[in-house]
């Protein structure tokens, strides 16, 4: 069976970047707009994995990954920031909401899915 990874994000095409590469990879994948609709979707279909941008409407990365830590089927599962931000002080607020880790865009999908690999077993 394979891991389902939820990717959220607000833009269209970069979420079927993501899901198109780690589809590639072997992976399913969730796809959701902003932080709200990411956790209405995790309500409904557990994921092992979620990939979310910094700045979204609705509800920004940071936001979602506080929320999810909050849920017993997301207190630990590894959560991923993909984002344009790279600030020292941007990565410590992601990483005290509760990120596993960091991604800059733009990005390879070889990185992708190499980052992938080494936080979902």
Not at 109 to 118: D, S, T
Request: charged content about 25%.
């Amino acid at each position: 069976m394979s891991k389902k990874i939820m990717t959220a994000d607000d833009s269209a095409s970069m979420r079927q970047m993501i899901s198109f590469t780690l589809k590639q990879a072997g992976y399913d994948v969730v796809e959701a707009e902003h932080g709200k609709d990411a956790l209405g979707k995790l309500g409904s279909s557990p994921v092992d994995m979620l990939i979310t941008d910094l700045n979204m409407p609705v509800m920004d990365g940071l936001e979602l990954i506080r929320q999810v830590r909050t849920l017993p089927q997301g207190k630990y599962i590894p959560i991923v920031m993909l984002t344009t931000e790279s600030q020292a002080g941007k990565k410590q607020e992601g990483k005290s909401a509760g990120a596993t880790g960091w991604i800059v865009k733009p990005f390879t999908p070889e990185q992708l899915v190499a980052v992938v690999k080494k936080v979902l077993p």
